[in-house]
């Protein structure tokens, strides 16, 4: 490998550095040797990852050079140990005083990156370096636990205490091995990731979570996701000691984001009711176990414990906390506009010392809060949501984040804390209804729409002032995309003594930008708030992107500013012929909002792209959207880039008003030139994310594309300087758009001519992962169904739906059904359990699967994917509609009726596979399985609310997963859910009918259609009878008026009748399902005295006397009082009196 110096320190490389990675290197090593910070951007493909590792790993094997140097140089007291190599050459990665005594004492480095993906292919880079230093990855139990019994926990939070309470008892094997299997050198010496770290976990049988903590000791670099690193409750739970440390954050362009969020807070009614809903259950289990006791103490039996160590006085004073804080909270005077009220960071330590809660007494109740939540989660039966619980935890932490200093008693925090922070209070508006709480301590305000309490964090300086107070050696900012740099370390807050803004590794023949202010009619293109609407704007942009498909070979990505202008284009598009044209040369594809599709909807834009058929493929997506966000589109998956406009933040959003106006007070306050002002910021917002969308374009050294600026405001100075130093040299303006045109032809035809073609991409891996520095974007090579592709671009947009008649059950599905055939020869899947069985499989099936054309595939998604996110919006507004999208060529076809359960099963596994972790994913199918198999209904609830219930966004999988219960158990089903989630599942009483019971009634139903059809179409043709009707006039005329009007006088009686038959019917259904749930819930001889009541109240007519006989029987078990409090009861009894056959 090839070794070079810089500033003095020989560095091993890979291969030989191109100019700018020794650059990189360079500055890289300025920061450590000086101790200062820096700020270093590195376009994508110029191998930084690689760089940052050699040159801190040199660096550091130079600094243990130079304590050797030292050491020796005292035991020969002055002598040479080598004559022609003298000590002082040894080392010069430090000044004398910084040479510390033991190498122990060397200084670590934590690296950070945005996610676990990311840092496994960063740990995979440094297995391609010569460097071995001890490693160390830090992950969280859910990613690292191997115990059977705490993986089975969904919620993370369970997770961690059920560890927690065996870690104490010793009750965990693998936590007990840890410490003899940690000096292991196949554990030590190795370099692994986090899945080499659970894969050698289970082979030594030691804990993959302990074990890291462990070899984080001896570790000379740490791993870890960024958030555990800038947040401070996360720094404590992971016990960082950052003294001394270098501190790397690679893909650095979401710092300031996160620094701001995890130093903030938004507290919900719903947040608060649960966390009260959670105290009432230990306050009524304590209450119980208090009361036992005085029994057992009369007859000197012994005392119960329910495990909490807490009087009932303490439990009460807690809820009483809650209780004060909600009164707070809402107490505070809304102006009438309903735009909330914004006031200073300090009004949250008066808010809270109103509900008792201050730097005094937050000790007590955040060990208090930490006991009960121990409690609940060793508690077994129902599960209780201590979300409420633990969100209120956390930000009591973060409001209290410093202590005061000791003896003091009247401690408030200084102004420098405060004034990064800013309270508002606003109206509710989230989704979520607030629970109704029916205690006696319920707060009036349960009864009208609650305040949200958000504490927002507006300067990302405060996290890194606390990284520096703790004592770090040097702060490493790094990413593709940071320009503008300046504004970047203005809004950090510390110095970046080092910068860099790094040149790419390509040539001039590989990079083509263009600003292109007017479309081919000569309209002027600016998405400005005013205009972006407009229909000459709209029509200019359809005609610039459909004749730049024509000249952009192979894959097309078109980059909107926000979702709303991206739906009002197409929408646009569409009416006139924009999309057919655009679609004529390539299919489009648009990013969906919600992640479960969006692998899905990737995977069929890169077949269609490599599918020798087609002309290639355009991908229509929103800047800080996922596709802008780090996917990766090398080669031919992106040979253009469309920027559309400018993306500026929602200007009128409480918080970005209120960042704005923080800086704009900062400056004024005379920090001066240390902020940004509003507007700069506001304007930096934009062009980073722009930065951020150019970034997909160029990911390697031999790929090459073109970028266009379609908005005249790119032609303005200030914007075009905001662009990334290595995009700027290359950027003209093209006044004329033929000569744009023609210059990106002649562009693409030079570059096709000179650049190797790209090697053939691998169909392995997913799509999903956003990785910034993938190189082979990947293609599913498991398709269950191919969707024929809708031939009206208003089939895949829900703005652009045109109403249609639905038909269906009224239970909410999770994705949208397409007309559907099945491709593979093998059994259709009839439900849940057949499509987990499916999606399982070997993987011989999978590749009988991946006989599905890249084709067939890019067919089924194209146009526009956005129909699934607007489905999973409208389950939000509690909407639970069904939309079914036929495709016009087989709209004249009856659908098989299978067709859509087979669709909901396979979609919905997929969803919930791509939504849950791997090992809440296995033990979602063995819940499965086991309900298969042992019909175990509460064990299935108990199961399925623990892996979906703490997370709000996984609501309506649960509710989702209604379709696939056995009717038996629907209606206690839409209960829990009812309960859980606070919205039901559309239960009605026909669901609990089994399948032959259901084919019957519907057998029914069809027939007394058909006879209502036949009925119609006979009074049509009286009403129109052509022999008399169309004569001209005379007598038979008359007549047929005359007759006419006696089948209109006939109609409405007979519509009357059909009515009262279908109302038959119905309490037909009722009746039959009613007594059903009766059968089944209570004894046989119980059952025989319940239908004995009945049978004499429909001869008798005495009311009472059946309802006290129904009274008794559902009222003997707790678990039977449903059957009384059924809201179909009084149907029932009153169709039973009415029906003239028995009841079963």
């Given at each position: 490998?090839?070794?070079?110096?810089?500033?003095?320190?020989?560095?091993?490389?890979?291969?030989?550095?191109?100019?700018?990675?020794?650059?990189?290197?360079?500055?890289?090593?300025?920061?450590?040797?000086?101790?200062?910070?820096?700020?270093?951007?590195?376009?994508?493909?110029?191998?930084?990852?690689?760089?940052?590792?050699?040159?801190?790993?040199?660096?550091?094997?130079?600094?243990?050079?130079?304590?050797?140097?030292?050491?020796?140089?005292?035991?020969?007291?002055?002598?040479?140990?080598?004559?022609?190599?003298?000590?002082?050459?040894?080392?010069?990665?430090?000044?004398?005083?910084?040479?510390?005594?033991?190498?122990?004492?060397?200084?670590?480095?934590?690296?950070?990156?945005?996610?676990?993906?990311?840092?496994?292919?960063?740990?995979?880079?440094?297995?391609?370096?010569?460097?071995?230093?001890?490693?160390?990855?830090l992950g969280s139990r859910e990613q690292l636990c191997i115990n059977p019994e705490v993986k089975r926990q969904e919620s993370n939070h369970m997770q961690i205490y059920m560890c927690r309470m065996k870690v104490m008892a010793r009750a965990c094997h693998f936590y007990n091995n840890v410490e003899e299997k940690s000096t292991e050198k196949e554990l030590v010496d190795s370099i692994m990731?986090?899945?080499?770290?659970?894969?050698?976990?289970?082979?030594?049988?030691?804990?993959?979570?302990?074990?890291?903590?462990?070899?984080?000791?001896?570790?000379?670099?740490?791993?870890?996701?960024?958030?555990?690193?800038?947040?401070?409750?996360?720094?404590?739970?992971?016990?960082?000691?950052?003294?001394?440390?270098?501190?790397?954050?690679?893909?650095?362009?979401?710092?300031?984001?996160?620094?701001?969020?995890?130093?903030?807070?938004?507290?919900?009614?719903?947040?608060?009711?649960?966390?009260?809903?959670?105290?009432?259950?230990?306050?009524?289990?304590?209450?119980?176990?208090?009361?036992?006791?005085?029994?057992?103490?009369?007859?000197?039996?012994?005392?119960?414990?329910?495990?909490?160590?807490?009087?009932?006085?303490?439990?009460?004073?807690?809820?009483?906390?809650?209780?004060?804080?909600?009164?707070?909270?809402?107490?505070?005077?809304?102006?009438?506009?309903?735009?909330?009220?914004?006031?200073?960071?300090?009004?949250?330590?008066?808010?809270?010392?109103?509900?008792?809660?201050?730097?005094?007494?937050?000790?007590?109740?955040?060990?208090?809060?930490?006991?009960?939540?121990?409690?609940?989660?060793?508690?077994?039966?129902?599960?209780?949501?201590?979300?409420?619980?633990?969100?209120?935890?956390?930000?009591?932490?973060?409001?209290?984040?410093?202590?005061?200093?000791?003896?003091?008693?009247?401690?408030?925090?200084?102004?420098?804390?405060?004034?990064?922070?800013?309270?508002?209070?606003?109206?509710?508006?989230?989704?979520?209804?607030?629970?109704?709480?029916?205690?006696?301590?319920?707060?009036?305000?349960?009864?009208?729409?609650?305040?949200?309490?958000?504490?927002?964090?507006?300067?990302?300086?405060?996290?890194?002032?606390?990284?520096?107070?703790?004592?770090?050696?040097?702060?490493?900012?790094?990413?593709?995309?940071?320009?503008?740099?300046?504004?970047?370390?203005?809004?950090?807050?510390?110095?970046?003594?080092?910068?860099?803004?790094?040149?790419?590794?390509?040539?001039?023949?590989?990079?083509?930008?263009?600003?292109?202010?007017?479309?081919?009619?000569?309209?002027?293109?600016?998405?400005?708030?005013?205009?972006?609407?407009?229909?000459?704007?709209?029509?200019?942009?359809?005609?610039?992107?459909?004749?730049?498909?024509?000249?952009?070979?192979?894959?097309?990505?078109?980059?909107?500013?926000?979702?709303?202008?991206?739906?009002?284009?197409?929408?646009?598009?569409?009416?006139?012929?924009?999309?057919?044209?655009?679609?004529?040369?390539?299919?489009?594809?648009?990013?969906?909002?919600?992640?479960?599709?969006?692998?899905?909807?990737?995977?069929?834009?890169?077949?269609?792209?490599?599918?020798?058929?087609?002309?290639?493929?355009?991908?229509?997506?929103?800047?800080?959207?996922?596709?802008?966000?780090?996917?990766?589109?090398?080669?031919?998956?992106?040979?253009?880039?469309?920027?559309?406009?400018?993306?500026?933040?929602?200007?009128?959003?409480?918080?970005?008003?209120?960042?704005?106006?923080?800086?704009?007070?900062?400056?004024?306050?005379?920090?001066?030139?240390?902020?940004?002002?509003?507007?700069?910021?506001?304007?930096?917002?934009?062009?980073?994310?722009?930065?951020?969308?150019?970034?997909?374009?160029?990911?390697?050294?031999?790929?090459?594309?073109?970028?266009?600026?379609?908005?005249?405001?790119?032609?303005?100075?200030?914007?075009?300087?905001?662009?990334?130093?290595?995009?700027?040299?290359?950027?003209?303006?093209?006044?004329?758009?033929?000569?744009?045109?023609?210059?990106?032809?002649?562009?693409?035809?030079?570059?096709?001519?000179?650049?190797?073609?790209?090697?053939?991409?691998?169909?392995?891996?997913?799509?999903?992962?956003?990785?910034?520095?993938?190189?082979?974007?990947?293609?599913?090579?498991?398709?269950?169904?191919?969707?024929?592709?809708?031939?009206?671009?208003?089939?895949?947009?829900?703005?652009?739906?045109?109403?249609?008649?639905?038909?269906?059950?009224?239970?909410?599905?999770?994705?949208?059904?397409?007309?559907?055939?099945?491709?593979?020869?093998?059994?259709?899947?009839?439900?849940?359990?057949?499509?987990?069985?499916?999606?399982?499989?070997?993987?011989?099936?999978?590749?009988?699967?991946?006989?599905?054309?890249?084709?067939?595939?890019?067919?089924?998604?194209?146009?526009?994917?956005?129909?699934?996110?607007?489905?999973?919006?409208?389950?939000?507004?509690?909407?639970?509609?069904?939309?079914?999208?036929?495709?016009?060529?087989?709209?004249?076809?009856?659908?098989?009726?299978?067709?859509?359960?087979?669709?909901?099963a396979t979609l919905y596994i997929a969803t919930v596979k791509e939504t849950l972790s791997q090992q809440n994913y296995d033990l979602f199918s063995k819940a499965l399985q086991h309900y298969k198999k042992t019909d175990d209904f509460h064990a299935m609830l108990s199961q399925m609310s623990s892996l979906f219930i703490e997370d709000e966004k996984k609501h309506i999988l649960l509710r989702?997963?209604?379709?696939?219960?056995?009717?038996?158990?629907?209606?206690?089903?839409?209960?829990?859910?009812?309960?859980?989630?606070?919205?039901?599942?559309?239960?009605?009483?026909?669901?609990?009918?089994?399948?032959?019971?259901?084919?019957?009634?519907?057998?029914?139903?069809?027939?007394?259609?058909?006879?209502?059809?036949?009925?119609?179409?006979?009074?049509?043709?009286?009403?129109?009878?052509?022999?008399?009707?169309?004569?001209?006039?005379?007598?038979?005329?008359?007549?047929?008026?005359?007759?006419?009007?006696?089948?209109?006088?006939?109609?409405?009686?007979?519509?009357?009748?059909?009515?009262?038959?279908?109302?038959?019917?119905?309490?037909?259904?009722?009746?039959?399902?009613?007594?059903?749930?009766?059968?089944?819930?209570?004894?046989?001889?119980?059952?025989?005295?319940?239908?004995?009541?009945?049978?004499?109240?429909?001869?008798?007519?005495?009311?009472?006397?059946?309802?006290?006989?129904?009274?008794?029987?559902?009222?003997?078990?707790?678990?039977?009082?449903?059957?009384?409090?059924?809201?179909?009861?009084?149907?029932?009894?009153?169709?039973?009196?009415?029906?003239?056959?028995?009841?079963?």
């Amino acid at each position: 490998m090839p070794r070079i110096t810089l500033n003095g320190i020989t560095v091993d490389f890979p291969f030989q550095p191109y100019e700018c990675q020794e650059a990189y290197m360079a500055k890289v090593l300025e920061c450590l040797q000086k101790k200062v910070n820096g700020i270093l951007e590195s376009p994508t493909g110029t191998g930084k990852t690689l760089c940052l590792l050699c040159s801190t790993l040199a660096w550091r094997e130079h600094f243990k050079d130079t304590i050797s140097a030292r050491k020796i140089a005292q035991r020969m007291n002055g002598v040479e140990l080598f004559p022609e190599r003298p000590m002082s050459s040894w080392g010069n990665a430090a000044t004398d005083a910084d040479i510390p005594t033991y190498y122990t004492d060397v200084p670590k480095i934590i690296y950070a990156s945005r996610t676990h993906s990311q840092l496994t292919q960063v740990i995979n880079e440094l297995k391609n370096t010569v460097y071995r230093p001890k490693i160390c990855v830090l992950g969280s139990r859910e990613q690292l636990c191997i115990n059977p019994e705490v993986k089975r926990q969904e919620s993370n939070h369970m997770q961690i205490y059920m560890c927690r309470m065996k870690v104490m008892a010793r009750a965990c094997h693998f936590y007990n091995n840890v410490e003899e299997k940690s000096t292991e050198k196949e554990l030590v010496d190795s370099i692994m990731d986090i899945e080499d770290l659970v894969k050698n976990g289970n082979k030594h049988r030691a804990c993959p979570y302990y074990l890291s903590r462990s070899l984080k000791q001896q570790a000379d670099i740490i791993f870890m996701p960024y958030n555990y690193l800038l947040d401070s409750k996360s720094r404590r739970a992971h016990n960082l000691d950052l003294k001394g440390t270098v501190v790397i954050l690679d893909e650095a362009h979401n710092v300031e984001k996160l620094c701001e969020e995890s130093s903030s807070f938004d507290l919900t009614p719903y947040d608060l009711a649960s966390a009260m809903d959670a105290i009432n259950v230990v306050l009524e289990e304590q209450a119980k176990v208090v009361q036992q006791n005085e029994i057992n103490a009369e007859f000197n039996m012994e005392l119960a414990n329910s495990g909490l160590n807490m009087e009932l006085e303490d439990i009460a004073k807690i809820k009483k906390i809650l209780l004060q804080l909600e009164s707070a909270i809402d107490a505070v005077e809304l102006p009438p506009n309903d735009s909330g009220v914004t006031k200073g960071g300090s009004y949250i330590f008066d808010l809270f010392a109103e509900a008792q809660i201050t730097f005094q007494t937050k000790s007590s109740l955040l060990e208090s809060l930490e006991q009960i939540l121990q409690f609940l989660s060793g508690r077994t039966g129902i599960f209780v949501n201590t979300s409420g619980l633990h969100k209120l935890s956390d930000i009591i932490q973060t409001v209290f984040n410093i202590d005061p200093p000791e003896g003091t008693t009247g401690f408030m925090p200084h102004q420098s804390i405060s004034k990064y922070y800013k309270v508002h209070i606003h109206l509710d508006n989230s989704n979520q209804k607030k629970k109704q709480r029916t205690d006696l301590w319920n707060s009036s305000s349960a009864k009208k729409q609650g305040k949200t309490l958000s504490y927002w964090c507006f300067s990302p300086g405060y996290s890194m002032h606390e990284l520096v107070r703790q004592g770090v050696r040097t702060i490493i900012l790094t990413s593709g995309t940071l320009s503008p740099l300046s504004s970047f370390t203005m809004e950090m807050q510390i110095p970046f003594p080092v910068c860099l803004e790094n040149p790419h590794v390509i040539d001039k023949h590989q990079l083509w930008v263009g600003i292109i202010p007017k479309g081919p009619d000569g309209a002027v293109l600016t998405s400005t708030y005013e205009r972006r609407f407009s229909e000459d704007y709209l029509s200019s942009l359809g005609k610039t992107i459909g004749n730049l498909v024509r000249v952009v070979p192979h894959g097309l990505l078109v980059f909107f500013p926000s979702y709303p202008v991206m739906d009002k284009s197409l929408e646009y598009w569409r009416e006139h012929d924009f999309a057919k044209r655009i679609e004529e040369v390539k299919p489009m594809f648009v990013e969906p909002r919600n992640k479960g599709s969006f692998a899905e909807v990737m995977d069929a834009y890169y077949d269609k792209v490599v599918c020798p058929k087609s002309n290639g493929a355009a991908f229509l997506a929103v800047c800080r959207g996922k596709a802008s966000e780090g996917l990766d589109f090398a080669d031919i998956n992106g040979r253009g880039v469309i920027i559309t406009g400018l993306p500026f933040p929602p200007r009128m959003e409480p918080r970005v008003v209120l960042k704005m106006q923080f800086l704009d007070e900062m400056r004024r306050s005379g920090a001066g030139a240390q902020y940004l002002s509003g507007r700069e910021w506001y304007s930096q917002q934009a062009s980073r994310a722009v930065n951020q969308a150019i970034g997909r374009v160029i990911r390697h050294r031999q790929d090459y594309g073109a970028i266009f600026l379609c908005d005249h405001r790119f032609t303005t100075g200030d914007v075009r300087g905001k662009l990334p130093s290595w995009v700027r040299p290359y950027v003209n303006v093209y006044d004329n758009f033929g000569h744009a045109v023609r210059s990106v032809s002649l562009f693409f035809r030079v570059a096709q001519e000179i650049m190797p073609p790209p090697l053939p991409q691998c169909p392995s891996g997913s799509a999903g992962s956003l990785s910034e520095s993938d190189t082979s974007p990947s293609t599913s090579s498991e398709q269950i169904l191919s969707l024929k592709k809708a031939k009206n671009l208003d089939d895949h947009v829900p703005s652009l739906k045109r109403k249609r008649k639905v038909n269906g059950d009224g239970a909410s599905s999770l994705c949208t059904e397409y007309e559907q055939e099945l491709v593979s020869p093998r059994r259709q899947c009839m439900g849940l359990l057949d499509a987990l069985e499916r999606n399982e499989k070997s993987s011989e099936d999978a590749e009988e699967e991946s006989d599905l054309s890249g084709e067939e595939k890019a067919q089924r998604l194209s146009t526009l994917s956005l129909q699934y996110e607007k489905r999973l919006t409208d389950e939000q507004k509690g909407g639970r509609k069904k939309i079914k999208l036929v495709s016009n060529t087989q709209a004249d076809k009856k659908a098989d009726l299978t067709e859509p359960k087979k669709a909901r099963a396979t979609l919905y596994i997929a969803t919930v596979k791509e939504t849950l972790s791997q090992q809440n994913y296995d033990l979602f199918s063995k819940a499965l399985q086991h309900y298969k198999k042992t019909d175990d209904f509460h064990a299935m609830l108990s199961q399925m609310s623990s892996l979906f219930i703490e997370d709000e966004k996984k609501h309506i999988l649960l509710r989702e997963f209604y379709q696939f219960v056995r009717p038996q158990h629907k209606k206690q089903f839409d209960e829990a859910c009812c309960n859980l989630t606070g919205v039901g599942c559309g239960y009605k009483p026909e669901h609990s009918l089994l399948r032959e019971e259901r084919e019957i009634l519907a057998k029914k139903i069809e027939e007394k259609e058909s006879q209502q059809k036949t009925a119609f179409s006979k009074d049509s043709c009286s009403q129109l009878n052509p022999g008399l009707h169309l004569n001209r006039g005379g007598f038979h005329l008359t007549t047929g008026l005359n007759s006419a009007g006696q089948n209109t006088s006939r109609a409405p009686r007979k519509d009357t009748e059909k009515a009262s038959s279908s109302r038959r019917d119905h309490h037909q259904v009722l009746r039959a399902t009613y007594l059903n749930d009766v059968k089944r819930a209570l004894n046989k001889s119980t059952y025989s005295r319940f239908y004995e009541a009945l049978l004499a109240y429909k001869k008798t007519d005495n009311y009472d006397a059946m309802i006290s006989v129904i009274a008794a029987l559902t009222t003997e078990r707790p678990e039977d009082f449903h059957l009384l409090q059924s809201k179909e009861t009084p149907i029932i009894i009153k169709s039973t009196k009415a029906s003239s056959v028995p009841p079963t």
